[in-house]
């Protein structure tokens, strides 16, 4: 589920796993590779009955980061065609 943010991704797995059932939150937890945790929150969160289109933080350290990595391969193209 790369297309997704954390909250959607813990939201999804959350209702997989309760549609199971009992112990549901352990097989959704091993198949999705996270942590019983992460997938109890997100069950949580479901039946909270909370808006999951809540805002979202802007990861900025990361864009930042692949910003800085476009911009480099972009001057090595660049530099090579010259």
Do not use: F, K, W
Request: one cysteine or more.
């Amino acid at each position: 589920m790369p297309h997704l943010d954390e909250r959607q991704r813990r939201l999804a797995i959350g209702a997989e796993a309760r549609s199971l059932g009992h112990g549901g939150n352990r097989l959704v937890a091993r198949a999705a590779g996270v942590q019983e945790g992460t997938v109890s929150r997100g069950v949580a969160e479901l039946e909270s009955g909370q808006d999951p289109l809540g805002r979202v933080p802007y990861p900025r350290d990361r864009s930042d980061a692949a910003r800085a990595a476009c911009i480099e391969v972009m001057r090595r193209h660049l530099g090579e065609r010259s």
